[in-house]
Every structure is written in structure tokens, then in C-alpha cells.
């Protein structure tokens, strides 16, 4: 057994070395259910995505009483139907490096209540899934041979959703001599920044020096180019603290839309000699909120044109993986999605650097529940004992991440309706300003009323509201910070390529196949749709923006079907689990994309068997009017107009009469210039498979991800929207399958075989490159209509394009 845990060994990443610090990857661990079968694993893993769905698992015989239910029902599917419950286990092994005196774990999270073991001793537990923890395990390391063992368990109603399972989040060692720089000490803030100047802040501590006489720290701050555009050195105090005030100037500030990055380098050193260095990326930018602006980036005022998003990848379940979490930001921001709020826990540091990066502001959750549960097994068993360890690990593990913007303390707390839940917000609350005095606190209360009454409201830095639009204009003036933040809104649900006739607004709609209009016409019992919202943010001078519930579509929360099974994920998305958009995405991206314009068509147009029935078309277009066409005859030319509730955000044509052939629409813009035209057609019999990706690159990492949309369409490239084929995949050469999903909610259909029905026509396959380069073949068949699909990528090393600077 020895033998076989040290050859792991080799396959452990060393990420970065400088001086005496070193960083491994704990990649390859193996894993067991049982402390007797063991497989090798990848970390990230998570070890319920592989399936069975089944509806025995985690069943919840509750009443929902957020949701209005008053007697106990089966929820099934509310976790995801899939196995996460129970124990699991991993191990592996590592080598100290040469020279190096102190060990560090460090886990980005652990689902959940992971216990870890080095060398058959205790090193440490924590309790919260969600959430990174270090451990010091100095003490516990033999010379060779060294063992990590990590057990985990998961209870039942422990979770509102699929939480997953298992180590789904990086696990690193972290070696460093005796004295070293504490990264979670390390806080950089802006004080002051415009085009000519920022003034920065940076806090360092270093650890494990029984002197600091010798010792100086130094901090530097490189731009995106590498050069260095501010340094100093201090002399630490006697606890190992140093504070350093820099200038930058010209400094180029961060914000969605131009998201540059600094690097702040940290070093020691003892007389000359080295002791430690680390790295971390920054941003400079100002954020405030007041009565008078709102919320400010960089001293502009912004409404959030926010979404929220839980934490798993679709069919990769809530291993963390860089390419699926860069698909995932890309498709909010082509939305125009400025803002995600991490429903409703801490953000792995994968998804924050990404959003550092590419450009989105993030509100950081941490609690769905405080001292009184929402479902039995929830964050309530720990809270009194924990809640301060785990805001810590959240606010300095994350607090350098220009992206983040604000923090979130808690989700439709019970709490919220009383002085006891507002007397916890404050301490909260100011528990946080302790920690990072730059960021505004928030809190989303489902009981507007309530929170206002209280005082919970007026504990926290910013009210967020979730739902009740209706109540803002009365609360308002309650409020004493003089604004509203949407921290949820809207929860329409839809399914992609599902249209449902009659056209009717409606609460709780259910149909006998398990699915939702796209009509973008159905929410909840206590929800509304988009218009509801966009109109709550555009005519109010005091909302700063919202948070619509959800960005993507996610595992679990499968409302309004409680109890119909197979239902096993939400209906919420703007994008569905696969990440293919809905029509409601560009309901959004009309009103949000400023750079981009918007001109879609819902529904499709083959309808067999409605000839003659009357079939509502809906345009979401930024473009003020437009012309609809069916086969050339003119439905009429019609402008946006506040009259209706539909009529603001959407172009309708209520009374279509449906005949197969050509649906066309003609956008004017506001001069009443014909701007864009489009047009789709009726679909004939399926004469081929469609394969699209947007990524026909991947790097030789063993871990980059294409996704390819498989689409079903007829000899003249019309996509079959009702197309329900089986279709099986074969990936040779340098990469391999790793899922398949088709956004169908009610689909138990494994993601991690290769094969698949389309639904609606269309599913995305996602193919993982190897660790060596080379092409990669991908084969879709369809044996019911003997049709193939090939799609050729390649997996190469990228060679940085260097520009070469002129003299
Ligand atoms: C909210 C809740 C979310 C989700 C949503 C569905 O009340 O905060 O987690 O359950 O409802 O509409």
C-alpha cells in the first residue's frame, strides 16, 4: 500500500519555489466510500457527480415555509438526487523538500466536515464545506513517508441544494523556513485613487521570528508589464507587523470593463540574506456606497446588473475547474452581467481570481443559515462556535481580490425578523469591518418588513432586499442608509426550448413533462419577472442594482417541482445547466450588453400541428421597434411602450397565427432607420450533427476544458428544435471525454458517460485535454438517423505573444 501512495508522490505539482518557500499541488490522492476500495483521483473531485440520480437520495419530508407550504411533503431532487451523503475518504503522500522547516495544509474547501490526519495523528478539522482552512502540521512530519489522510462526511438535510462531495477544491502544502510571510496577513487596500495618482495601503505580517532586529520587509508593487511602480522597505515591530503607504502613479484602475491587474510582491530578508518571498495580484480602485451616490467604482456611480450563481459547474458537479469557471464569467459578461453573488457561500479562490481577471464584481456570501435552521442539518449546528472562525477565513483568505465589492453575511436568515437577528447582524457586521474596513456589509432579507422593523436592516451597511419589489417604495424612507440593493430578484423560471400555450402569466405553473414556458411569463409564488425588476432599478434614483436569481442553472432547487420526480435541478437560469442560454439571457443582454446589440426571436418555428393556432412571438431587442414577417406578410411594426407590464423590455405579438416557413423580424433604431434583421425557419427532417466550439485550443495541463455544442439540424443547417437523439461520443488522440449535459431538468441520464439525448436539439459535450500535445478527434454518432459529427482540436503549449518594446 506504501508503494503504491508514494508513486502519487510523483504526480504532485510543485507550483512555485523561491527562497525557502515551496508550494505543492496535492493533485493525485486516492479515494475510498469505505476505507476498503480505494481508486485513484484527480483533485478537484467530487465523488457524487458520477451519479446514480435516484430520488432515495436525501429525500426532505418538510414544509417549506419560505415557499408558502404549511404540511410536510417528499421533496425530491432538492439536493440534486445524487449520492453526496455518507463518508468518503482520501489519502496521499509527500516528501519534505530539502531545507524547508515549517508545513502548511492548505485547503480551499472540503465537503464537508473534514477531518485530517498527517501521519495517523489528528492535524486539524473544520466544519464548513464552503469554506479554507490551514493547518500547521510542522509538528507531525517524519523525515520520509509522510501521509495525509482527510475523512469527510455528509449528513442528510444538511443542504437547500447540491452541495457536492468531497475534496472539490485545491488541496496545497506549503513549505517555508522558520520565518515567513503570512499571505492572510498580507492586506492591501486603496485609499485614494484617480487618473494621476492611487494611494495604497499594504499591512504584512511575518511569522516565526524570535528577533526582528535584522530583519526588513519589503514590499513592491509591479504593474502589468512587470515594471515596478512603487517600493519600500520597513523595519518590522516586535510581532513581525509592518505598514507601508505607496504612491502609484498614473495607476490604472480596475473595474469590470478594464480589469488590470498589479502584482504585490512581498519579501524578507535578514541582513542580505533571503528568508521569504510571496506574490499576489491586486487592484487598485475605490468603492463606496452613501445616500447621495449609491454605490461607486472608482468614484462612478453603478447600478449592479448582478446575478447569482451557486457553486457547481453543471455536469462537473463542484469540482473546481479554471476553464469551466472562465465559460461560466464569459457567458454572464457577453449577458452583461457586471457583478455574481455567490449564493449562498464563500467563493472557491479559483472563481475569484477569474473574476480578478476577466472583470466582474462580486458580492462574497458566506451563510445560508445563522443560529436557527432552515433545514435541520444546516449551518445552525455550528454557528455559535464557528461563525467568527469562518467570516476570518473568508474576509483574509479573500480580501486582496479587487473583484470582490462588498460582503454578504447571510441569505433569508430565520433571524431576520427579530431584535435578536438584528443584535447577531451587527455584531456580524462589525465583526467584519474589523477584518477589512473598505468593504460595505450586506444581508438578503426575504421579509422586507420585517428587517426594517427589527433593526436588522439598519445593522448592516446595505439592505438587501430579496423579491418584494412591491414593498420598496414603502420601505424607502425606512431605510437609513437612504438606498436598496436587490440582493435577489425575479426567480422566472423557464426551460430551454420549451414554449407552452396558451401564453399566461402565472405562479407555480407545473405541466405533466416536468418543465417551464420560455415565454419568459412564469415565476414563483413570491418572485416576478425580469420587467418587474428592470422597471424597479430604471425608475428609482435609489436602488443600486440587483441580483437576479439565477445567472445559470444549477443542481438541486428544482421549484415549483417539489415533489415530481425525475426534476433534480433548478429551473432558475438565465443559461441552462449545459451553459447554453435561454431565450430570457437575451431579455437581459438587451437592456445590460451596451457594447453589443441584441436582436433574438422566441420561439423557434417548427410547430407541427399548430397550423393555423394562434402563436405569440416575443423579439428581445435594445433596438426601440421592430417588424415582424411570416412569409412575408407584415404581423405590424411595433414600439417598445410602458402601457403593459410585458410592453417596456419586450416587442410582442400577441395574435401570430401559426404556418410553417419563414418568421422574420426588422429592427429600427430610435430614428427609425432599419438597423438589423433576422430570421428563422421551419425545420425539416434531422440531416445532420452540428458541432460548435468557441475553443478549438487547449493547453497540455491535463485539466482545460472545450465545450462543444452539439446541435441537430435539417439539409439546410436549420436547427430541429424538438430533435430528442441519442448520441454517443468518442475523443481519441490527446484529450479525453470528461461530461455531457443537454440542460433538460428532468434528465437522469449519467453526465459522465459518453452519450447523451439531445434536448430541444442541442447538448454540450465537454472534452479535457492530456498532459501531452497533440490533435483530438471528436466523434458524435447518432444511430437512429446513421448521421456523424467530427470536430478536430488541438492540445498545444501556448507561446505568450511578446511585443517588444520600442526605443
Ligand atoms: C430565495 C432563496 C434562494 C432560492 C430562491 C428560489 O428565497 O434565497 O436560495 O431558494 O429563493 O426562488
Known amino acids: 500500500m506504501k508503494q503504491s501512495l508514494l508513486a502519487l508522490f510523483l504526480t504532485a505539482s510543485v507550483v512555485c519555489g523561491a527562497q525557502n518557500r515551496q508550494e505543492q499541488n496535492l493533485k493525485t490522492w486516492q479515494f475510498s466510500r469505505d476505507g476498503k476500495v480505494w481508486q485513484q483521483v484527480s483533485v478537484p473531485h467530487d465523488w457524487a457527480i458520477n451519479g446514480p440520480f435516484d430520488r432515495k437520495w436525501d429525500i426532505q419530508h418538510l414544509a417549506i415555509t419560505q415557499d408558502g407550504q404549511n404540511k410536510a411533503i417528499d421533496h425530491t431532487g432538492r439536493s440534486g438526487a445524487l449520492p453526496w451523503l455518507g463518508e468518503g475518504r482520501y489519502r496521499t503522500v509527500f516528501t519534505v523538500p530539502k531545507g524547508a522547516k515549517r508545513a502548511e495544509l492548505y485547503f480551499d474547501g472540503a465537503m464537508s466536515e473534514p477531518v485530517v490526519y498527517v501521519n495517523g495523528q489528528e492535524a486539524g478539522r473544520w466544519n464548513y464545506g464552503y469554506n479554507a482552512f490551514r493547518l500547521d502540521i510542522t509538528q507531525l512530519l517524519r523525515r520520509e513517508n509522510n501521509e495525509i489522510t482527510v475523512r469527510l462526511h455528509n449528513v442528510e438535510e444538511s443542504s437547500r441544494w447540491y452541495p457536492g462531495a468531497g475534496l472539490y477544491r485545491p488541496v496545497r502544502l506549503i513549505f517555508t523556513g522558520d520565518i515567513r510571510i503570512d499571505p492572510w496577513e498580507t492586506f492591501f487596500r486603496t485609499l485614494s485613487a484617480d487618473a494621476n495618482n492611487a494611494n495604497v495601503s499594504v499591512n504584512t505580517q511575518i511569522k516565526g521570528a524570535k528577533s526582528t532586529k535584522n530583519i526588513k520587509t519589503t514590499v513592491t508593487i509591479k504593474n502589468a508589464d512587470g515594471r515596478v511602480v512603487a517600493q519600500k522597505t520597513a523595519s518590522p515591530d516586535a510581532q513581525g507587523r509592518a505598514s507601508f503607504n505607496l504612491d502609484v502613479a498614473h495607476p490604472q484602475l480596475w473595474s469590470p470593463e478594464s480589469p488590470t491587474l498589479y502584482t504585490l510582491i512581498t519579501t524578507v530578508k535578514d541582513g542580505n540574506k533571503h528568508l521569504d518571498r510571496t506574490s499576489q495580484r491586486v487592484g ?28 457547481d459547474l453543471g455536469p462537473l458537479g463542484a469540482a473546481v475547474n479554471k476553464s469551466a469557471i472562465i465559460r461560466q464569467i464569459r457567458l454572464m459578461k457577453d449577458m452583461g452581467v457586471d457583478a455574481i453573488r455567490t449564493s449562498h457561500n464563500m467563493p472557491s479562490q ?11 464584481m462580486v458580492m462574497a456570501e458566506s451563510f445560508d443559515a445563522w443560529a436557527e435552521p432552515k433545514v435541520k442539518n444546516d449551518y445552525n449546528r455550528f454557528y455559535t462556535q464557528w461563525w467568527r472562525k469562518d467570516l476570518t477565513n473568508l474576509i483574509k483568505g479573500h480580501r486582496n481580490h479587487p473583484s470582490i465589492v462588498m460582503w454578504s453575511i447571510g441569505n433569508e436568515i430565520p433571524e431576520q425578523w427579530k431584535t435578536e437577528g438584528a443584535r447577531r447582524a451587527k455584531e456580524m457586521t462589525e465583526f467584519c469591518h474589523s ?67 396558451p401564453v ?93 446589440h441584441t436582436l433574438h426571436l422566441l420561439p423557434h418555428w417548427t410547430w407541427p ?22 412569409n412575408g406578410r407584415s404581423q405590424g411594426r411595433i414600439a417598445k411602450c410602458d402601457t403593459a407590464r410585458l410592453d417596456r423590455y419586450r416587442l410582442r405579438w400577441n395574435n401570430v397565427v401559426y404556418e410553417p416557413g419563414e418568421l422574420k423580424v426588422v429592427a429600427y433604431d430610435a430614428d427609425g432607420r432599419k438597423a438589423a434583421e433576422k430570421i428563422i425557419r421551419t425545420a425539416g427532417q434531422p440531416a445532420a450533427l452540428r458541432l460548435e466550439t468557441d475553443c478549438k485550443q487547449l493547453s497540455p495541463n491535463g485539466e482545460d476544458l472545450a465545450y462543444i455544442t452539439v446541435t441537430m439540424v435539417d439539409e439546410d443547417g436549420n436547427e430541429c428544435p424538438d430533435a430528442d437523439d441519442l448520441i454517443s461520443f468518442e475523443v481519441s488522440g490527446a484529450g479525453s471525454f470528461r461530461a455531457v449535459c443537454n440542460g433538460d431538468a428532468t434528465s437522469l441520464e449519467s453526465f459522465t458517460t459518453p452519450q447523451m439525448r439531445l434536448f430541444h436539439g442541442k ?45
Open 435 to 501: 477584518l477589512d474596513n473598505t468593504r460595505p456589509v450586506t444581508a438578503g432579507g426575504d421579509n422586507p418588513k420585517a428587517c426594517t422593523d427589527c433593526g436588522f436592516y439598519a445593522a448592516t451597511d446595505v439592505p438587501g432586499f430579496n423579491y418584494r419589489g412591491f414593498l420598496y417604495d414603502e420601505l424607502i424612507n425606512r431605510q437609513p442608509q437612504g438606498f436598496i440593493l436587490g440582493t435577489e430578484t425575479t426567480s422566472t423560471v423557464s426551460s430551454r426550448g420549451v414554449y407552452k400555450f
Open 763 to 807: 447538448l454540450v459535450l465537454t472534452v479535457q485535454s492530456s498532459e501531452h500535445e497533440g490533435s483530438i478527434t471528436v466523434k458524435a454518432k447518432d444511430a437512429r438517423h446513421h448521421l456523424t459529427g467530427i470536430l478536430q482540436l488541438i492540445n498545444i503549449k501556448q507561446v505568450p505573444i511578446r511585443i517588444k518594446a520600442r526605443k
Open 284 to 311: 487598485i480602485r475605490t468603492i463606496d456606497v452613501s445616500r447621495a451616490h449609491g454605490f461607486r467604482l472608482n468614484g462612478l456611480s453603478r447600478k449592479f446588473q448582478g446575478v447569482c450563481l451557486h457553486h
Open 609 to 630: 400541428g399548430r397550423e393555423g393556432k394562434n402563436t405569440p412571438v416575443y423579439c428581445y431587442t435594445d433596438y426601440p421597434q421592430a417588424e415582424l414577417f411570416v
Open 350 to 360: 479559483m472563481q475569484m481570481e477569474v473574476c480578478d481577471s476577466m472583470g466582474m
Open 504 to 596: 399566461e402569466t402565472k405562479k407555480m405553473a407545473t405541466y405533466p413533462d416536468g418543465q417551464c414556458s420560455s415565454y419568459d411569463v412564469e415565476c414563483c409564488g413570491w418572485s416576478n419577472l425580469p420587467d418587474d425588476d428592470m422597471r424597479m432599478q430604471d425608475d428609482r434614483t435609489w436602488t443600486i442594482g440587483q441580483f437576479v436569481w439565477t445567472g445559470i442553472d444549477y443542481l438541486g432547487e428544482p421549484t415549483p417541482y417539489y415533489s415530481y420526480w425525475p426534476s433534480r435541478s433548478s429551473y432558475f437560469g438565465a443559461v441552462d445547466l449545459a451553459g447554453l442560454p435561454k431565450d430570457r439571457y437575451y431579455l437581459y443582454r438587451a437592456q445590460w450588453n451596451k457594447r453589443e
